[in-house]
């Protein structure tokens, strides 16, 4: 495997990995319905603030989701709403392995 052709399935798996964690599966899953702040993601997961904003700062590293700052508040939204294409995959493989 070359160099470029290495370093794209280390970003591919960056992105996999910001997303292999059940909060921020829900995260994800969440932002899909629209923009939330950090206070209602708290409420919802019922962890305090820090730990969330922990697993939003990864989700934001790799591109996942955005923040808009109004206030005091920090905002989230998804930055690529095609990462939803990804549970449908999961879902799927999820179906055909229960069937076996």
Do not use: W
């Amino acid at each position: 495997m070359d160099a470029q052709t290495q370093a794209k399935f280390e970003t591919r798996a960056r992105i996999i990995k910001a997303m292999a964690h059940p909060t921020r599966l829900f995260i994800v899953d969440e932002l899909s319905r629209g923009e939330r702040c950090v206070c209602e993601l708290t409420d919802m997961i019922g962890a305090d603030i820090s730990t969330v904003s922990k697993h939003l700062a990864v989700l934001k590293a790799v591109g996942i989701v955005t923040d808009d700052k109004r206030g005091l508040q920090v905002y989230y939204r998804l930055l690529c709403p095609c990462v939803m294409n990804f549970f449908s995959c999961v879902e799927s493989v999820l179906c055909s392995c229960s069937v076996e």
